[in-house]
C-alpha cells in the first residue's frame, strides 16, 4: 500500500470510528549529511525516515501524535488506543473544526534533480568547500556541515485533502579557525546552488583571519551593525512572537498591538514566504490543508498579519493565514526586505560601534516586553569614525526587542539566504545597522 493510500485509509477509519475530525501527514524523507572536522570530512551518515503525525478529535477533545507506520498500518488497534485516551481529556480552549480544503487534491514537486545526484555522491560538494576554505587565507582548520535531503509529504484529511508534495532542500555552514580567531557562515537553498555554498566556506575563512589578535571592549551602548546570520536569527524570534499562539499565551512583544500599529522602523519589512521557490520550507499548502500564500508581517514598520492556524484565527475572529501547525501556527521562509547601502557604507555611517556576525544562546528574560540576551561569537570588529579598527572579544547584546525594531537606521542591499542550528526557519536577510544597543561582558 502506497503512503497516500495508507493515508487516505486511516482517516476513513477514523471516521467509521466515531471521530469528528481526522488528519495524517506522512512525512518520508532520505538525507545525506556530511560533516567537517579539522578541514576534512568526519562523518558520513545516509538514513531514510516514515513517520506519520496524526491529528484526531472528538467533540472539542483534540489528539495529536508522531508513530512510526507500522502503527499506521494497524489503525485499528491505534485507533481504539487513542479512542480510550481521547475520552479523558480535557475539552481544548483552542478547538476549531479542521477548514474546508483550499487544496484539495494534487501532486505539487520542488525537486532539483542536482540534489539528488549530489546525494548519491557528494563528494564534489566536500572538495568544494574544502578548497574554499582555504583558497585565501591559510586557515588553521574548519567545521561544518552540508546537509541534503529529498521529502515525500503525504496529507489526507477528514475534509476532503489528498495531497502530495515532493521536495528537496541543502543546507549548510562552515566555522574556520585561524590562530584566535574564528568565524562563521551559514547557507541553504531548494536547489543546488553551488556559488551559495562555496560562500559559505570563502566568508567563514575571511571572518576567521580578519578576527586574529582580538581585544575586550568595555560594556556600554553602541551602535551596532548585525550580519545576516545574527538579524536572521533575531527576526526568527520576531516571526515566533507573531504567531496567534504566541500572542495568545502572551509569549509575544505583539499582546497588545493592533493590525496597522508602528511596531518596528519604517525601514523593516519582514514576509513570509511559503510560495518562494528558492528558500528550503517553501509549500503549497499547510497541515490543514489550507492553501499558502506570501504575506507581510510587518511592512515599512507597521504589523500587517498575525500568523493563524484555523484555531487561533476564530479566536482571533479571523481567518487562517495557511500557517498551520495543528496546534502551533508557524512561518515558513522569511524574507527580509534589503535597503540602499552597501555593507562598506553601513559602517560608514558609525562613529563608534560594533560589526557582529555571529551569535547564539537567545534568551527571552520576558516575552511580552521582549527583554533578551543573545551572545556574539566569533568575529566582532570594533568600529570607529567609520572604520573598522580591531577585532574584538566574545561579547552579549542584552536589550529589548522593541527598541531594536525601532532603532533600524540602514539595511544593506545585497541579502543572504541563511539557515543554520540558530536560524531554523530559513531567512533571507540584510545586513543590518541598529543605533544604541545594550552591550555587556560575556562571561563564560
Same mark, same amino acid.
Given at each position: 500500500?502506497?503512503?497516500s493510500e495508507l493515508?487516505?485509509?486511516f482517516?476513513?477509519?477514523?471516521?467509521e470510528?466515531g471521530?469528528?475530525?481526522a488528519?495524517?501527514s506522512?512525512?518520508i524523507?532520505e538525507?545525506v549529511?556530511?560533516?567537517?572536522?579539522?578541514?576534512?570530512?568526519?562523518?558520513v551518515?545516509e538514513?531514510k525516515?516514515a513517520v506519520?503525525?496524526?491529528?484526531?478529535?472528538k467533540?472539542?477533545?483534540?489528539f495529536?501524535g508522531?508513530f512510526?507506520?507500522?502503527?499506521i498500518?494497524?489503525?485499528?488497534?491505534l485507533?481504539?488506543?487513542?479512542g480510550l485516551l481521547?475520552d479523558?481529556?480535557s475539552?481544548? &480552549?483552542?478547538?476549531a473544526?479542521?477548514p474546508e480544503?483550499g487544496?484539495?487534491?494534487?501532486f505539487?514537486?520542488?525537486v532539483?534533480?542536482?540534489i539528488?545526484?549530489?546525494m548519491k555522491?557528494?563528494?564534489?560538494?566536500?572538495?568544494?568547500?574544502l578548497e574554499?576554505?582555504?583558497?585565501e587565507?591559510n586557515?588553521?582548520?574548519?567545521?561544518?556541515?552540508i546537509d %541534503?535531503w529529498?521529502?515525500m509529504?503525504h496529507?489526507?484529511?477528514?475534509?476532503?485533502?489528498?495531497?502530495?508534495?515532493?521536495?528537496?532542500?541543502v543546507e549548510?555552514?562552515?566555522?574556520?579557525?585561524? &590562530?584566535d580567531?574564528?568565524?562563521?557562515?551559514?547557507?541553504?537553498?531548494r536547489?543546488?546552488d553551488?556559488r551559495g555554498?562555496?560562500e559559505?566556506a570563502?566568508k567563514a575563512?575571511?571572518l576567521a583571519y580578519?578576527?586574529?589578535?582580538?581585544?575586550?571592549?568595555e560594556?556600554?551602548?553602541?551602535?551596532?551593525i548585525?550580519?545576516?546570520?545574527?538579524?536572521?536569527?533575531?527576526?526568527?524570534?520576531?516571526?515566533?512572537?507573531?504567531?496567534?499562539l504566541s500572542v495568545?499565551?502572551?509569549m509575544?512583544?505583539?499582546?497588545?498591538?493592533k493590525?496597522g500599529?508602528?511596531v518596528?522602523s519604517?525601514l523593516l519589512?519582514i514576509y513570509?514566504?511559503?510560495?518562494?521557490?528558492k528558500?528550503?520550507?517553501?509549500?503549497?499548502?499547510d497541515d490543514?490543508?489550507?492553501?499558502?500564500?506570501?504575506?507581510?508581517?510587518v511592512e515599512?514598520?507597521?504589523l500587517? #498579519?498575525i500568523?493563524? #492556524?484555523?484555531?487561533?484565527a476564530?479566536?482571533?475572529?479571523?481567518k487562517?493565514?495557511? #500557517?498551520?501547525?495543528?496546534?502551533?501556527?508557524?512561518p515558513w521562509?522569511?524574507?527580509?526586505?534589503?535597503?540602499?547601502?552597501?555593507?562598506e557604507?553601513l559602517?560608514s555611517?558609525?562613529?563608534r560601534g560594533?560589526?557582529?556576525?555571529? #551569535?547564539?544562546?537567545?534568551r527571552l528574560?520576558?516575552?511580552?516586553?521582549?527583554?533578551?540576551?543573545?551572545?556574539?561569537?566569533?568575529?566582532?570588529?570594533?568600529?570607529e569614525?567609520g572604520?573598522?579598527v580591531?577585532p574584538?572579544e566574545?561579547?552579549?547584546?542584552?536589550?529589548k %526587542?522593541?527598541?531594536?525594531?525601532s532603532?533600524?537606521e540602514?539595511?544593506s542591499r545585497?541579502?543572504y539566504?541563511?539557515m543554520?542550528w540558530?536560524?531554523?526557519v530559513?531567512?533571507?536577510s540584510?545586513?543590518? %545597522?541598529i543605533?544604541?544597543?545594550n552591550?555587556t561582558?560575556h562571561?563564560?
Open positions: 500500500m502506497s503512503a493515508a487516505g485509509k482517516v476513513e477509519k477514523a471516521l470510528k471521530f469528528s475530525d488528519a495524517i506522512i512525512d524523507v538525507r549529511m556530511v560533516k567537517f572536522a579539522n578541514t576534512q570530512p568526519s562523518v551518515q538514513w525516515t506519520a503525525n496524526i491529528y484526531l478529535s467533540g472539542r477533545r483534540v495529536t508522531t512510526q507506520l507500522d502503527k498500518g494497524d489503525a485499528d488497534k485507533l481504539g488506543e487513542v481521547i479523558r481529556l475539552e481544548s &480552549e483552542l478547538y473544526p479542521l480544503p487544496v484539495r487534491s494534487g505539487y514537486s520542488r532539483d534533480d542536482k539528488v545526484e549530489a555522491d557528494p563528494s564534489e560538494l566536500v572538495e568544494l568547500v574554499a576554505s582555504s583558497r587565507h586557515i588553521d582548520f574548519t567545521a561544518g556541515k %541534503l529529498k521529502r509529504r496529507l489526507a484529511t477528514s475534509t476532503g485533502a489528498q495531497l502530495v508534495e515532493e521536495s528537496t532542500g549548510t555552514y562552515m566555522r574556520s579557525f585561524k &590562530e580567531g574564528s568565524g562563521q557562515w551559514g547557507f541553504a537553498s536547489i543546488l553551488k555554498i562555496e559559505v570563502l575563512s575571511e580578519e578576527s586574529r589578535g582580538r581585544s575586550s571592549v560594556p556600554g551602548v553602541y551602535d551596532v548585525l550580519s545576516p546570520l545574527v538579524f536572521s536569527q533575531l527576526m526568527n524570534v520576531i516571526a515566533w512572537m507573531s504567531t496567534g495568545l499565551t502572551g509575544s512583544i505583539f499582546i497588545d498591538k493590525i500599529d508602528q518596528a519604517p519589512s513570509d514566504a511559503p510560495r518562494d521557490d528558500l528550503p520550507f517553501s509549500t503549497v499548502f490543514e490543508a489550507v492553501a499558502t500564500f506570501d504575506k507581510p508581517i515599512k514598520g507597521l500587517k #498579519n500568523l493563524h #492556524n484555523t484555531k487561533t476564530l479566536k482571533f475572529n479571523t487562517s493565514t495557511g #500557517n498551520a501547525g495543528w496546534v502551533h501556527p508557524r521562509n522569511l524574507v527580509i526586505e534589503g535597503g540602499g547601502f552597501k555593507l557604507e559602517i555611517e558609525v562613529k560594533l560589526l557582529i556576525t555571529n #551569535n547564539w544562546y537567545t528574560q520576558n516575552y511580552a516586553e521582549g527583554v533578551f540576551s543573545t551572545i556574539g561569537r566569533d568575529a566582532i570588529f570594533l568600529i569614525s572604520r573598522i580591531k574584538v566574545r561579547l552579549r547584546i542584552a536589550d %526587542l522593541p527598541r531594536l525594531l532603532n533600524i540602514g539595511l545585497e541579502t539566504d541563511v543554520w540558530e536560524v531554523r530559513p531567512t533571507r540584510p545586513y543590518a %545597522l543605533r544604541n544597543i552591550i561582558k562571561f563564560a
